[in-house]
């Protein structure tokens, strides 16, 4: 076959003159199709994948009000597609709507990507924009735009991309829609591994900080890219003129039947079989008969939000998890990053599934139907949470416990040679410190503490405190002859570092002021017993280079390896031969529960998608008539709308304090639903549809073929007059 050939389209069925440019036996156009997709699904979803930190960490807002947010945002983007539909084949033709919208959703892009920028109200330049509710406003702007675009095109491209093919290459669809797919799944893979990358990098004008500009600005460059490419194919498309939609049609006939039923509600008016059969009055019995098919399965679908709103927890609640946990792989995995798991395991367990699991059950004579495969996704989804639940509990486990109303912490740190005893007063505890050793956080009710003894060899010192509620304290002291040395700081850390990082701070325990640098970060000059504030470490699970310059001499030392998510006081003890002597103490724990433990809960939620997505429109569009597949989509797009809803009225209004609690509370309400599921299924009676449409083309000619026979003896009697 040529590279290249040649089709002219003559302006038929409502399609506009035009030449179709044939390459590999494919119309050209499709790859301008597939390109656009691609580049679309990199924008949604590498923006999607930092949204929930964006929340978090950016905007400040806290875990429930930003999964909330974030599962409005989503429940958008699956209700719009309903009206991208109506739009395309009512008014603006599927062209046009594409075109349009992607305009709406890049310009949506790129506001968002404006409203991430720090330095955009930072007048003081100070770190903090000092208008956040600009920030706020821009962000929502843009995401409303974003759902609007994202939504109103997807049901638009795909059968677009289908429109572009001749009756007699149905081989060459089938093989289009194998690329579009994969498409979308390449855009996701890569986006979910680059943007979250590009967040935790730093940028900014006065202050370094995440670059959710830039995280939010290449997703936004994709969709121009997208938006580019579709208009650069424009004159390859064939454009098929608005027909109607079939799901207004449906509407219109479901409302025509309940009105009628409700004024033909007395009894002196006969039943009807169905009460759809009441519509009969105005339509014909064919599009009755299809709808009727169509509700059959859209009442299966009642149950199935459930599953969607825990599915789409992964990039919310999840994401939040794999903030508390450790993304060392020998590589740093950002937390956010976690979530490609899904799409490598898809594209991994679809081709298992179908070439190797399914036939495996098929020989074993079970009869493992469609709404059997979905009942057991949904028993999968519940168990995956299951084990999100198991690795929390792990996580809250390993997490310091913080000092709530009306409790203080203080934590002691003995620098000096002999051991000591610490009284808490009024005669609350005592408490033995070894030389060179830390006790941990110790906690006390802050209105009973009122000051504390230090006692190391002959000498005793008191320290009278004035301590605020929910704080933590750091008391380091030495016995030197004839005195013990004191300083008290306040830690002004009440929650574990974000994202992995670790904070460190340096204790000059020399007796003349040091200059402390650790790697490219200068602490500055220590003064005798003083100590830096908390810095951040650039990068975590490092060793760095510490260097103290003193009167006489400079000393060097290596750290230890930083662990992720953890604070430590790091004490400068000697220098002997430039060399620097140093103790490590750890004030918060590193995160220890490992992000792969996420793994299980991943594969078991991607394995119950597979078997629950997958089979669930495979078995929709068996079970409805070919016209009537798009009412289908607008339905199952609206069980995933329903779902994100139902996590954001639980993350709104839950009393629920505990993590691990929330993910029993949604495994449980899954596995209720999957039993009613599977009850529900119990009584469906599967059908074919093509056969119910052949029996009424059969009637309809049989009536067509009684008419013609009755016209001819009528007009056989009248010439006989």
């Not at 760095?544 to 998510?565: E, H, L, N, R």
């Not at 199952?636 to 209004?653: H, Q």
Request: glycine share 6%; with cysteine.
């Amino acid at each position: 076959m040529p590279l290249a050939s040649f089709r002219f389209i003559m302006q038929d069925g409502g399609k506009t003159t035009g030449k179709s440019v044939l390459c590999f036996g494919f119309p050209l156009s499709i790859f301008f199709i597939v390109i656009n997709e691609f580049c679309e699904r990199f924008s949604y979803y590498g923006m999607k994948a930092v949204l929930t930190l964006y929340f978090t960490r950016f905007l400040h807002w806290d875990d429930n009000f930003a999964t909330a947010i974030y599962h409005t945002f989503v429940a958008l983007c699956y209700l719009t597609p309903i009206l991208g539909a109506i739009i395309a084949d009512s008014w603006l033709g599927k062209f046009k709507t594409i075109l349009y919208l992607s305009i709406v959703y890049a310009i949506g892009q790129t506001v968002l990507s404006v409203g991430s920028i720090n330095d955009l109200t930072d007048h003081n330049q100070d770190g903090t924009p000092d208008a956040i509710a600009v920030n706020i406003a821009l962000s929502m702007v843009g995401l409303i735009l974003i759902a609007l675009g994202t939504g109103g095109i997807k049901p638009c491209v795909s059968a677009f991309g289908g429109d572009q093919f001749e009756d007699d290459q149905e081989k060459q669809r089938s093989t289009f829609f194998s690329l579009f797919y994969l498409s979308i799944n390449a855009g996701s893979l890569l986006s979910t591994l680059i943007t979250p990358t590009i967040r935790a990098s730093e940028c900014g004008i006065h202050s370094k900080q995440e670059c959710y500009p830039l995280a939010f600005g290449v997703p936004a460059i994709l969709m121009a890219v997208a938006l580019v490419v579709f208009v650069i194919g424009s004159r390859m498309y064939k454009k098929a003129k608005p027909q109607g939609n079939v799901m207004l049609e449906v509407s219109k006939c479901v409302g025509f039947a309940i009105k009628n039923r409700f004024r033909h509600r007395s009894k002196e008016f006969p039943k009807r079989e169905h009460w759809l059969d009441w519509a009969s009055d105005k339509y014909d019995k064919r599009l009755i008969a299809q709808i009727k098919m169509v509700l059959r399965v859209l009442f299966l679908y009642i149950p199935l939000p459930m599953f969607w709103a825990v599915f789409d927890q992964q990039g919310s609640r999840w994401t939040l998890q794999a903030t508390a946990m450790n993304g060392d792989f020998g590589f740093k995995i950002q937390p956010d990053q976690m979530q490609i798991v899904n799409p490598i395991l898809i594209v991994i367990m679809v081709p298992v599934a179908d070439s190797l699991i399914y036939p495996l059950i098929k020989k074993c004579k079970l009869n493992f139907t469609p709404l059997k495969k979905m009942t057991v996704g949904m028993f999968l989804g519940s168990m995956a949470f299951v084990a999100a639940a198991l690795v929390q509990v792990q996580i809250d486990n390993h997490n310091p416990v913080f000092p709530a109303a009306g409790q203080t912490q203080i934590k002691l740190i003995n620098l000096g040679a002999v051991p000591a005893t610490v009284q808490f007063q009024p005669q609350l505890q005592s408490v033995e410190v070894e030389p060179n050793k830390e006790t941990g956080y110790m906690t006390f009710e802050t209105s009973k503490l009122l000051s504390l003894n230090v006692i190391s060899a002959n000498e005793n010192k008191t320290r009278h405190l004035e301590l605020q509620e929910e704080q933590r304290y750091t008391l380091a002291f030495k016995w030197v002859p004839r005195d013990i040395n004191f300083t008290w700081v306040e830690d002004n850390v009440t929650s574990k570092p974000e994202d992995g990082k670790s904070l460190v701070r340096f204790i000059n325990n020399f007796s003349f002021p040091v200059n402390v640098t650790m790697g490219d970060m200068d602490f500055g000059v220590l003064e005798p017993f003083s100590v830096s504030n908390y810095s951040i470490l650039p990068h975590a699970g490092w060793s760095y280079t510490i260097k103290a310059t003193m009167p006489q001499d400079t000393c060097t030392v290596d750290s230890k390896q930083f662990g992720y998510g953890a604070a430590y006081t790091i004490s400068l003890d000697d220098c002997v031969e430039k060399n620097l002597f140093i103790t490590h103490f750890e004030d918060i724990a590193p995160n220890t529960v490992h992000m792969a433990w996420q793994i299980p809960q991943y594969f078991l939620l991607t394995c119950a998608e597979v078997l629950f997505s997958v089979t669930g429109l495979e078995f929709s569009y068996s079970q409805a008539p070919s016209n009537m597949k798009s009412v289908l989509q607008a339905g199952w797009l609206l069980t995933v709308a329903v779902g994100n809803i139902i996590v954001l009225i639980v993350a709104g209004v839950s009393a629920i304090q505990q993590q691990w609690a929330e993910y029993v509370l949604f495994a449980a309400l899954l596995l209720v639903v999957c039993v009613i599921f599977a009850i529900m299924a119990s009584f469906y009676t599967y059908i074919d549809p093509n056969e119910i449409e052949a029996q009424f083309s059969k009637e309809e000619k049989e009536e067509d073929k009684k008419d013609q026979d009755t016209n001819e003896k009528e007009a056989e009697a009248h010439s006989q007059l």
